[in-house]
């Protein structure tokens, strides 16, 4: 009689489940949205983390020269951030948003987490502006080197992708320096 129970309650509940499941259908511009916020999380937290003073921070030992610093992995991610919310968005980017290193007036670690912190603010602006009608179709760019066609989808992907590479460069820095880095603390 216990396990007719189960059994009846365990169907209601997925019968449930599936019917609120497809009546809350994600739009692609709410997942791409669900993955900045994560992305922003972790890379905000480890900006963060890192102490002004070790913004200047660049791995010495080994084969590392011309590596970024720190406060360079961080602008250079931000700016890329920028750069594709202004693609996502049919838009040229600025000269400091095309420029690997992030405008030069940005230099204290205010500053630098104030930069990226509206970097994300513009991922999530473009994101919100993608649907399923726009999502594919391409996007003409005027400074765009390569000769594949692009599409806000794509900015936007590549925009995740990139921040994630850098952020696991930064993990790497805070660990070299001594600092867990917040997703990682219990």
């Not at 838009?91 to 405008?103: K, L, R, V």
């Not at 992708?161 to 460069?169: E, L, M, P, R």
Request: aromatic fraction near 8%; proline fraction near 4%.
């Amino acid at each position: 009689m216990k396990d007719a129970f189960r059994i009846v309650l365990c169907l209601l509940i997925t019968v449930s489940s599936y019917s609120a499941l497809a009546q809350a259908r994600i739009t692609i511009s709410q997942a791409l949205d669900y993955w900045i916020s994560n992305c922003e999380k972790d890379v905000v937290s480890a900006a963060d983390a890192m102490p002004e003073g070790k913004y200047s921070f660049a791995p010495t030992a080994g084969e590392f020269t011309g590596t970024r610093t720190f406060a360079e992995q961080i602008k250079h991610l931000a700016a890329n951030n920028y750069r594709m919310a202004a693609r996502t968005l049919g838009q040229n980017p600025t000269a400091d948003q095309e420029a690997e290193t992030g405008p030069d007036a940005v230099r204290s670690k205010a500053e630098i987490l104030e930069y990226l912190k509206g970097s994300f603010v513009a991922l999530h602006r473009s994101a919100a502006t993608i649907t399923g009608a726009n999502a594919v179709a391409p996007v003409l760019q005027e400074r765009i080197s390569t000769a594949r066609q692009n599409t806000r989808v794509q900015f936007a992907v590549d925009a995740v992708a990139h921040s994630y590479d850098h952020y696991g460069q930064m993990v790497e820095y805070l660990r070299m320096n001594g600092i867990v880095p917040p997703a990682s603390r219990k």
